[in-house]
C-alpha cells in the first residue's frame, strides 16, 4: 500500500473515530435532556422553610413521572399517572412568581377543610399530626396579625392543594399565599444526592474554592467554608 493510499485510509479511519464518538455524545445530550423534562430533574434547597427535612444545602431528585407525564414546555399533564398523596414532599411552581420553584409539604387535598388553630393543623374537623413539622418560636400570633400561627378555616378548591413547610414558624407556605393547582405540579422529592454545609451566601464553586485554601494555608481542607454533609447523601425524603 503506498504513501497516499495510508494516508487517506487514516483520515478515513479519524473520521470515522470523531463520527463514532460525537454521535455518541449527541445521543447522550438527547437522553439526559430526555430524562430532565419528563423523568427526574435535580433542585436544591435554597433557603430553612423545610428544616429538618431539607437543609440548605441539600440537592434533591424530584420524579417528574409521580403526577402525571407533562409538556416539558408547559408543564400541562398529558398522560395522568399517581394522584398527589397528603403528606408528600413536592416541587411545584411558585403561584406568585412562575419562574420559581418552591419546595413543601402537601397538607390539604381537594375538597379538605384546613384550619390552624395556636399552631396546630385540622383536616376536616381532626387533628393532623405532621412528624417531620418542626416549631422554633413558643409566641402564637393571633389571626388578625398574622395568619401563621392561626388561620383558616379555608375549604381546598378542585384540582388544588395547600401546602405548608416543615419549618412551621419560619416557612412562606399556602397559609400566606393560598392554593397550589394541579397544573403547577412539577413532581415528588424522593432523594438527597448531595448536600454540604458552608457559607450558602456564597456560589457553590466559590465555597467549594475557599475551603481547598485552607489546604494551602493551614495544610488542611477549611470545613468552616466548605464540608460534605457525608450522613444526608442517599438519604430518601419522607
Do not use: C
Request: proline fraction near 7%.
Amino acid at each position: 500500500m503506498n504513501n497516499r493510499a495510508q494516508n487517506r485510509e487514516s483520515k478515513t479511519r479519524q473520521k470515522s473515530f470523531f463520527r463514532e464518538y460525537g454521535e455518541a455524545l449527541f445521543i447522550a445530550l438527547i437522553l439526559a435532556l430526555v430524562i430532565r423534562a419528563f423523568v427526574v430533574q435535580a433542585f436544591s434547597i435554597p433557603s430553612g422553610s423545610m428544616i429538618p427535612t431539607l437543609l440548605v444545602g441539600d440537592y434533591l431528585l424530584v420524579n417528574k413521572f409521580s403526577y402525571g407525564i407533562r409538556n416539558p414546555f408547559t408543564n400541562k399533564v398529558l398522560i395522568p399517572t399517581w394522584k398527589p398523596q397528603r403528606g408528600e414532599v413536592a416541587v411545584f411552581i411558585f403561584p406568585q412568581d412562575p419562574t420559581k420553584d418552591y419546595i413543601k409539604r402537601l397538607i390539604g387535598l381537594p375538597g379538605d377543610r384546613v384550619q390552624v388553630i395556636n399552631k396546630q393543623v385540622y383536616i376536616n374537623g381532626e387533628l393532623y399530626v405532621t412528624p417531620q413539622a418542626q416549631y422554633a418560636d413558643k409566641m402564637v400570633i393571633p389571626p388578625t396579625q398574622n395568619p401563621r400561627d392561626n388561620f383558616g378555616p379555608v375549604v381546598v378548591p378542585p384540582n388544588s392543594y395547600f401546602f405548608m413547610g416543615d419549618n412551621r414558624d419560619k416557612s412562606y407556605d399556602s397559609r400566606f399565599w393560598g392554593f397550589v393547582p394541579m397544573s403547577d405540579l412539577r413532581g415528588k422529592a424522593f432523594i438527597i444526592y448531595f448536600s454540604w454545609m458552608g457559607d450558602h451566601h456564597e456560589p457553590f464553586y466559590v465555597a467549594l474554592l475557599e475551603g481547598a485554601k485552607g489546604l494551602i494555608t493551614k495544610h488542611a481542607w477549611d470545613t468552616s467554608k466548605f464540608q460534605v454533609r457525608w450522613d444526608r447523601l442517599g438519604k430518601i425524603i419522607h
